[in-house]
């Protein structure tokens, strides 16, 4: 079906109008009005109109909107604020935003919204809304969906399935805006003038809207690395279970999705394929954003240090004008500096005053000095803190010193859990869990996925893991 067999055909001709302002308004009131009310009434609708818009109904071009024989009393000079809101009113219902149905017990008029209204007026509220919105946890809402539902077994399965491919498209969508909106962030550098200008940019909106909002969650609370192995392992078992997919099936045909059996079942399928084949590619996705978010701090900091760094009085314009002059070409330099000579008259200027006279300070070079000498007593005592202080030196947690532990502990095994990895001293804890944590990385041998609960090895409370290394 077509958009404006839908649509009214002149329905957004009042955001297009002369008055298109306190059209936006009206139908953010009328907004308001569907939110707090079971029935609008037409006479409590123009009262809200009143209170909301008050002074600035009078600023209305009432000849602007003129269409045909439409010769009401709005339209001649003097027209009361009621008048006003009741034009707004018949113009609303005109073009197709309202509709007016009269009570069965009485002839009082009361006013209906078709539900395309209700959606484009929610679609333009939410471009003036400035409260920051919480980040929606779409991948573990995924997983909690899918995890009930295969507990369970129960008839909420094919709910549970349809929750899950919701939830990933918008995080699709969510990925993909994030990824165009670090790009007009991006953009929006060259017009900045001011250091405050960046640090604005940088701190209370994209900081503020992209990266607290999204991109964090993203990398901590709602982690893709964390969920994407249990997501993708019940998505298998029910796709490998024949008898799992037809009870599925039953349920989406019960609920009127689909007319067949067959047809069920191949959507089914499909659906399950497409969460799969989303979470597999989930990763590539974060690591061009990730690239996006690394260039766009990067050039952050170097238009600051370019505005930091260059002279914009006229002095510094001055500078640079006759930098350019002194690297032209010989007889380059002569035609310019005698049009700079007809343009502005330059002259040296001074003057005495009581810090004129003085004596400049010898400058001192640094030298490199020699290196204090370690005193070590006759008891040994400088010795050993010395060798304490090299000792705590070479225990650096490097990235070269976490996987030759991961390596140590997975030598001839394809396989660890955090049950058989030993962990005899606070050494050997702290590399594991730094071990844990760079298991998402894509350049390390290994992948980590969690389990259910903790477990206490040799005194310390670990998660339930498995490491398992990747195929090369």
């Known amino acids: 079906m077509k958009l404006f067999q839908i649509l009214?055909?002149?329905l957004f001709s009042i955001l297009a109008s002369k008055n298109k302002e306190i059209y936006a308004e009206a139908l953010f009131v009328l907004r308001k009005a569907f939110k707090q009310e079971m029935t609008i009434r037409k006479t409590d609708l123009a009262s809200m109109l009143i209170a909301n818009l008050d002074e600035k109904m009078y600023e209305m071009d009432l000849t602007a909107d003129k269409t045909g024989n439409d010769d009401s009393d709005e339209e001649k000079g003097g027209a009361t604020l009621s008048s006003r809101a009741h034009y707004i009113l018949r113009k609303l219902k005109e073009t197709g935003w309202i509709d007016v149905e009269y009570q069965v017990d009485s002839f009082e008029e009361n006013i209906t919204l078709p539900d395309y209204s209700v959606k484009l007026a929610n679609l333009l509220f939410s471009f003036t809304d400035e409260s920051v919105k919480?980040?929606?946890s779409?991948?573990?809402?995924?997983?909690?969906d899918l995890k009930t539902a295969d507990q369970e077994r129960?008839?909420?399965?094919?709910?549970?399935?349809?929750?899950a491919y919701d939830k990933t498209s918008q995080l699709v969508d969510?990925?993909?805006?994030?990824?165009?909106?670090?790009?007009?962030?991006?953009?929006?550098?060259?017009e900045y003038i001011t250091v405050n200008d960046v640090l604005k940019g940088h701190f209370d909106e994209y900081k503020n809207l992209i990266t607290d909002r999204i991109y964090h969650p993203l990398k901590t609370l709602?982690?893709?690395p964390r969920f994407k192995g249990p997501i993708l392992k019940i998505l298998g078992e029910w796709l490998a279970d024949h008898n799992l997919r037809e009870r599925i099936s039953d349920q989406a045909i019960i609920r009127g999705k689909y007319k067949t059996k067959p047809e069920a079942n191949e959507d089914i399928i499909l659906k399950i394929g497409e969460i799969s084949d989303t979470y597999e590619r989930l990763e590539e996705m974060l690591e061009e954003i990730d690239k996006k978010n690394s260039a766009y701090t990067r050039a952050s900091i170097e238009k600051m240090r370019y505005l930091l760094n260059s002279d914009r009085s006229i002095k510094g314009k001055l500078v640079g004008l006759l930098t350019s002059i002194s690297i032209s070409l010989p007889g380059r330099?002569?035609?310019?500096?005698?049009?700079l000579a007809d343009a502005v008259d330059l002259f040296r200027q001074g003057y005495l005053d009581e810090r004129s006279l003085f004596v400049r300070a010898a400058k001192n070079i640094k030298k490199e000095g020699k290196p204090l000498e370690v005193i070590i007593s006759q008891d040994g005592e400088g010795e050993s803190d010395l060798a304490e202080f090299l000792e705590k030196a070479k225990k650096s947690y490097s990235h070269a010193r976490i996987i030759g532990f991961m390596t140590s502990v997975m030598t001839g095994i394809s396989v660890a859990t955090s049950r058989e990895i030993p962990l005899p001293d606070d050494e050997s804890f702290i590399l594991l869990m730094l071990g844990t944590l760079k298991g998402g990385e894509k350049n390390v041998f290994y992948q980590v996925e969690f389990g259910e609960g903790y477990l206490n090895n040799n005194g310390?409370?670990?998660p339930e893991m498995r490491f398992i290394r990747k195929e090369k």
Not at 138 to 144: F, I, R
Not at 154 to 163: F, K
Not at 175 to 187: A, D, E, M, S
Not at 333 to 339: H, K, S
């Open 154 to 163: 129960d008839d909420y399965m094919y709910t549970a399935l349809m929750n």
């Open 174 to 190: 969510e990925l993909k805006t994030l990824h165009n909106n670090i790009r007009r962030y991006h953009q929006a550098l060259n």
């Open 8 to 10: 009214p055909q002149n």
């Open 134 to 136: 919480e980040y929606n």
């Open 222 to 224: 709602d982690s893709v």
């Open 460 to 462: 310390y409370r670990v």
């Open 333 to 339: 330099q002569e035609i310019l500096i005698e049009r």
């Open 138 to 144: 779409y991948v573990y809402s995924t997983y909690s």
